[in-house]
């Protein structure tokens, strides 16, 4: 729990995912990062894939259980969802075993990035919407309608 | 590439902001505490990252399009170092009695809450436990400052942050509540089985299918249902760990703040409802031989009961009607989970509060407040604090020994709630006699929260 910070605001995340789109693009990036970046989004993924798979497995204490899971997987499933209705689990799970892989240093194939990457995108979209979408402070008014 | 306007204008605004970081830093922090300096170091490793952000900007071979989006950075990173200031905002020694802080600190260390930690008051009749983890911006925010860095590498993630209401609310007995909100800060350590129960979450998943009229129950749904219990469960754990830490001082400050806070349902997303929590908690300080409320009530006379400090706040209405009034705020499928979820918590919550009781067994058995340890304060100071003399100190059979927070907060709530009548008029000009005496107990007691922490620091170092 990170109150007061959307995943939207939240700038080291957008990085990440963007050093992630970098990898998928085969682009250069310094090794510290490249291995700080598959470091971070495996585990996103795989925390995600895990809550997901606990939903798909009717396990409704998954969240007293693990907290953090639960919040990976509302992060995907509140903005994805509209796009991979059912098939979000699948993408989750591939995604996650995408940079499992490469941070192996293994090579999963095309079809596999590109869809991890088309994942990732929807996310970022969906972060920027969220901030472009965010209303300013609305006045506030104290007076009594009596 | 040309100057840009945006790009001076949000130097302008770091340099600000750089310079009221500063400012707030000189500040003194009751208790000496550190948590607030590293919040502002972490500050300052923002405004150090955004202004490398906008110097790199600057350069002439950056593409228009890097640039641009370099100087967007800059400000989001601006906009969250202007909000974090605003956390600090009320932890100074002006809001916060400073005898309170290394009192509570002692219950962060006993509970080894290992997390960096600061208080803060506000002018609002609130309690919350804020967590804050910027840790993973070390390693996936791009080019941090090595001052963000050195910031982030010295504060035990997650920060947590204590709001308690500024001085008009923060009367003594109400910091019981504190020990509610570092239950907050271990719930995530207590681990109650609740597949023990499954029958009865499957029970409560059907009721709510058939209160919203639908045939399944889809991952939407389920979403749902596991946030609302998770949230539930963990606002238990953290009513268990307060009655453990603080007994029925916790209670009487728990229904003071829902008394004052607006006195409704507290049923939420976030909260069970606030009836529940209140019967929850007299069945457990009904537990034992004697238990708490025998105690308190052969020592006062008064019965602790689920009205007793908050006869205002009401209790839920049916469920049927509950669903009808929670539907107009939070929608149906809210308004179903919660009124559904409400008697499966009552067959769980003794599960929880049991596993919160042997998890504070294991880590601070020393920190629970027995029935025992209340009849020897009350036997102790209740009859003395009438004639002004602070708890400070109390004798067993291996001597004399400076009195905790938890006996202190009891003697508190006991004077409070039975024995205000006996108390002399205070001197001087008061807005009410009864407000008068109260405000000379708050000063009595904080000054013996200040005495009995001083004897405990000279019993330590002897």
Known sequence: MNLELTPAEDLSLQHLLENGLAILDQQSLHKTRRIQTLEGLSRIFSEADSASQALHAQNLLFGVEQRPALERFSLFFRRLDRYFGESLSDRLEEASDVFIKLKKNKKPTKGACKRARELIERLLSAFNEERSMSPLEAPQFFNSLG | ?462
């Open chain 2, 1 to 462: 590439m040309p100057e840009r306007a945006e790009r001076q204008f949000c130097a302008f605004f770091l340099a600000r902001l750089a310079h009221e970081t500063a400012r707030l830093k000189d500040m003194p922090f009751p208790g000496h505490s550190t948590g607030p300096k590293k919040w502002l170091n972490l500050v300052s490793g923002l405004i150090d990252t955004a202004g490398s952000y906008l110097e790199l900007a600057g350069k002439h071979a950056i593409p228009e399009s890097e640039a641009s989006k370099l100087i967007r950075e800059a400000e989001r990173l601006g906009g969250l170092a202007y909000r974090a200031l605003g956390h600090v905002v009320g932890s100074d020694a002006t809001l916060i009695p400073h005898e309170i802080v290394a009192p509570l600190q002692r219950w962060v260390d006993g509970l080894k809450i290992k997390n960096t930690i600061f208080f803060r008051a506000e002018h609002l009749p609130n309690y919350e436990l804020a967590w804050f983890d910027l840790k993973r911006w070390r390693t996936d925010l791009n080019n941090p400052s090595r001052s963000l860095i050195g910031a982030i590498d010295r504060i035990n993630w997650p920060l947590l942050r204590v709001t308690v209401p500024g001085q008009a609310l923060g009367m003594l007995p109400h910091y019981a509540v504190v020990g509610h909100e570092l239950g907050h800060g271990v719930q995530d350590q207590i681990k109650p089985d609740l597949t023990q129960k499954k029958a009865d979450l499957e029970a409560c998943v059907q009721r709510i299918t058939v209160r919203l009229a639908v045939s399944s129950f889809g991952r939407k749904e389920q979403l749902e249902l596991v946030d609302i219990l998770a949230n539930w469960v963990d606002e238990l754990k953290a009513d268990a760990v307060g009655h453990l830490l603080a007994g029925p001082a916790f209670y009487f400050a728990l229904c003071g703040y829902l008394e004052l806070a607006g006195q409704t349902y507290g049923i939420s997303r976030t909260h069970p409802p606030s009836d529940l929590r209140r019967r929850l908690l007299v069945a457990e300080l009904a537990k034992g031989s004697p238990s708490h409320i025998e105690v308190f009530e052969g020592k006062t006379g008064l019965r602790i009961t689920e009205t007793v400090n908050s006869s205002h706040v009401p209790f839920c209405p049916p469920p049927d009607s509950l669903f009808s009034e929670l539907k107009r705020p939070y929608g149906p499928l809210v308004a179903a989970i919660c009124v559904e979820l409400v008697p499966y918590l009552e067959v769980v919550a003794s599960i929880i509060f049991a596993e919160t009781e042997s998890f504070v067994r294991r880590v601070a058995p020393d920190l629970i407040y027995e029935p025992r340890k209340l009849a020897h304060d009350l036997d102790s100071h209740l009859d003395l604090i009438s004639v002004l003399v602070p708890p400070i100190e109390y004798r067993d059979s291996t001597g004399v020994h400076a009195a905790g927070l938890a006996s202190i907060l009891n003697v508190g709530w006991a004077a409070l709630l039975t024995r205000l009548d006996r108390m002399n008029k205070p001197r001087g000009p008061v807005l009410s006699p009864v407000a008068g005496k109260m405000e000379q107990l708050h000063e009595l007691l904080l000054r013996a929260v200040e005495l009995s922490e001083a004897r405990r620091v000279w019993e330590e170092q002897v």
